[in-house]
């Protein structure tokens, strides 16, 4: 991944990288990102260093208010995260924080599996296949709660977690508990 092809495809859609920081190791940048002028929210981007340590996206800090149109479920939400899944190779992950979005933390705490809640679904469809609900307490350096989806290294892979994740969408439908049409609608897709 080449953190300067991530910034032209966002560019090409109005999205802008500014003060762009070094992180804390090497190939680990930190900006922000800024959509009309408005700051939309920080990535924190990790170019990796193959084939030991794979490269990684982290949208954090997302301000889903100040922008022309509420940015969960929202057009420019899908953009981004399939961007970042097209430029991340096999292996490579993304991080995606849900602090402000209320209906995937609803959805996750009331223990939908992560592919099937509204941000792991978006997620899903964009080619990440494993999955990780998070939160590190890293002395005030952690930042929010974080979904974490990652790409299969193989064919044989990919089949491996959509076998799985067909399995736990299915035994967690198949309950007696009504559940909301979206997520009924998102479990149809994966089964």
């Known amino acids: ?20 920081v070094p992180g804390r190791i090497k190939g680990h940048t930190y900006a922000k ?3 009309q002028n408005d700051f939309l929210m920080y990535l924190g981007i990790y170019e990796g260093e193959l084939p030991y340590y794979y490269p990684w996206i982290e949208l954090f800090g ?9 940015f969960f479920g929202s057009g420019l939400e899908e953009f981004l995260i399939k961007s970042c899944s097209e430029e991340l190779p096999p292996g490579g992950r993304s991080f ?27 997620m899903l469809k964009h080619g990440f296949t ?5 939160y590190f307490p890293e002395g005030f350096n952690e ?3 974080k979904l974490q989806g990652e790409k299969p290294l193989n064919e044989k892979r990919r089949k491996a977690h959509m076998e799985s994740i067909r399995k736990n969408v299915k035994d967690f439908t ?16 994966i089964i």
């Open 96 to 122: 995606v924080e849900y602090s402000e979005d209320e209906e995937t933390q609803r959805e996750l705490n009331e223990g939908v599996p992560p592919p099937l809640s509204r941000i792991g679904f978006l």
């Open 130 to 134: 494993w999955f990780k609900d998070w």
């Open 1 to 20: 991944m080449k953190k300067e092809m991530l910034k032209r495809r966002l560019k090409d859609k109005g999205l802008v990288f500014k003060e762009e």
């Open 33 to 35: 990102l800024y959509s």
């Open 62 to 70: 997302i301000e889903p208010h100040r922008n022309k149109e509420y």
């Open 174 to 189: 198949s309950g007696e508990e009504a559940l909301p049409p979206s997520i009924l609608k998102r479990a149809d897709w």
């Open 143 to 145: 930042g929010g709660y």
